[in-house]
T-cell receptor, first 117, second 113 residues
Framework: DTGVSQDPRHKITKRGQNVTFRCDPI?????LYWYRQTLGQGPEFLTY????????KSRLLSDRFSAERPKGSFSTLEIQRTEQGDSAMYLC???????????????FGPGTRLTVL | AQSVTQPDIHITVSEGASLELRCNYS??????LFWYVQSPGQGLQLLLK??????LVQGIKGFEAEFKRSQSSFNLRKPSVHWSDAAEYFC???????????FGTGTRLKVLA
C-alpha cells in the first residue's frame, strides 16, 4: 500500500477565493473521511463517504464546503469564498470498510495546510 | 456527548526515561480507543488500538496502553523514551453507531538528550 495521499500539501489563497483539495485513499478502501485540524487542537471530523455516498456531515461543514467522491475512489473537498477562519490543516483518512463502525481503523494522509490571507 | 480529554498539553522527559501520557474519555458504552502520533510534516500514524479483550494492548515503537474502565482512562506508556519519539500524541474514541473519530487536543512530547 502506498498510503493515503493528498494534494496539494500547502495552499495559500486570498480571502474570497475558492480552493479545492484532493485525497487519494489507500487502494480498495471503501470509506473515506475528511477532518480539519487547527493549531493546538486535535482533528475534527468534517464528513465521511462509504464508496461514493456521503453518509455523514458535521455541522462544521458549512454551506461553503462541499465534498465529493464521484467514483468511490479519490475525493475532493472544495471551500468556496474562503475566510481567514478556514486556515487549518485538512486531513483525509481512509479505512477498508470491511469491519463494523468501531473496528474499522482509519489511516491518515499527510494533510493539506491551507492559509487564507 | 462523547469526549476525550488529554490533560497534559506539553510533557518533557529525558531520553531513556519512562513515559506516560494520559487520556480520559467520556462514553456510555464500551469505547473503541486509539492512540495516534503526529510528527511534523507527517500524517497521523496509528500506535495502537483497543476494541475489547485484554486491557493492556501493545503497539508499535514499543508503546503500550492500558484500558481502565473504572477510571475511564486509556493511558499510553513507554518504558524508555527515544529522542525520535518527540512528536504530538492524540487519543481518539469512535462514537457509537458512526465512523467518526473524536480526538483529544493532543500532548506534545519533548525529549531531552
Amino acid at each position: 500500500d502506498t498510503g493515503v495521499s493528498q494534494d496539494p500539501r500547502h495552499k495559500i489563497t486570498k480571502r474570497g477565493q475558492n480552493v479545492t483539495f484532493r485525497c487519494d485513499p489507500i487502494s480498495e478502501h471503501n470509506r473515506l473521511y475528511w477532518y480539519r485540524q487547527t493549531l493546538g487542537q486535535g482533528p475534527e471530523f468534517l464528513t465521511y463517504f462509504q464508496n461514493e455516498a456521503q453518509l455523514e456531515k458535521s455541522r462544521l461543514l458549512s454551506d461553503r464546503f462541499s465534498a465529493e467522491r464521484p467514483k468511490g475512489s479519490f475525493s475532493t473537498l472544495e471551500i468556496q469564498r474562503t475566510e481567514q477562519g478556514d486556515s487549518a490543516m485538512y486531513l483525509c483518512a481512509s479505512s477498508p470498510g470491511l469491519a463494523g463502525w468501531g473496528t474499522d481503523t482509519q489511516y491518515f494522509g499527510p494533510g493539506t495546510r491551507l492559509t487564507v490571507l | 456527548a462523547q469526549s476525550v480529554t488529554q490533560p497534559d498539553i506539553h510533557i518533557t522527559v529525558s531520553e531513556g526515561a519512562s513515559l506516560e501520557l494520559r487520556c480520559n474519555y467520556s462514553y456510555g458504552a464500551t469505547p473503541y480507543l486509539f492512540w495516534y502520533v503526529q510528527s511534523p510534516g507527517q500524517g497521523l500514524q496509528l500506535l495502537l488500538k483497543y476494541f475489547s479483550g485484554d486491557t493492556l494492548v501493545q503497539g508499535i515503537k514499543g508503546f503500550e496502553a492500558e484500558f481502565k474502565r473504572s477510571q475511564s482512562s486509556f493511558n499510553l506508556r513507554k518504558p524508555s523514551v527515544h529522542w525520535s519519539d518527540a512528536a504530538e500524541y492524540f487519543c481518539a474514541v469512535v462514537t457509537s453507531g458512526t465512523y467518526k473519530y473524536i480526538f483529544g487536543t493532543g500532548t506534545r512530547l519533548k525529549v531531552l538528550a
